[in-house]
């Protein structure tokens, strides 16, 4: 089993920036890939990004592509987010995710998710 703790959510003004954390444990030796998804309110949840577990190869939403950036540690026990230039369209709950096969942006794909930590962009 693995299991994965977020942090790091909370409010900020449009334009701003935060960095969200995914805490990994358990058996993260048979992750393959790490994502990051999001689901506000009345929506369903969609993927952010995901990086390659060994490789760190990464892939985005067309949304994030060019203001967030997905990465973890050399240990292996940590995913993170980095957010850059908020809107209050990214405002939404966000879900650490994990896998032990290759990529997939499909959210029925991930076996194990976390609790989801809250992002508030206000404008």
């Known amino acids: 089993q693995v299991q994965l703790v977020e942090s790091g959510g909370g409010s900020v003004q449009a334009g701003g920036s935060l960095r969200l954390s995914c805490a990994v444990s358990?058996?993260?030796?048979?992750?393959?890939?790490a994502a990051w998804f999001r689901q506000a309110p009345g929506k369903d949840r969609e993927f952010v990004a995901a990086?390659?577990?060994?490789?760190?190869?990464?892939h985005y939403a067309d949304s994030a592509k060019t203001r967030f950036t997905i990465s973890r540690n050399n240990a292996q026990t940590m995913v993170y987010l980095q957010m850059a230039s908020l809107k209050p369209e990214d405002t939404a709950v966000y879900y650490c995710?994990?896998?032990?096969?290759?990529?997939?942006?499909?959210?029925?794909?991930?076996?194990?998710w976390g609790q989801g930590t809250k992002v508030t962009v206000s404008s």
């Open positions: 995710a994990a896998t032990e096969k290759h990529f997939s942006d499909d959210v029925s794909w991930y076996e194990y």
């Open positions: 358990g058996r993260s030796v048979s992750i393959y890939t």
């Open positions: 990086v390659s577990w060994s490789f760190r190869s990464t």
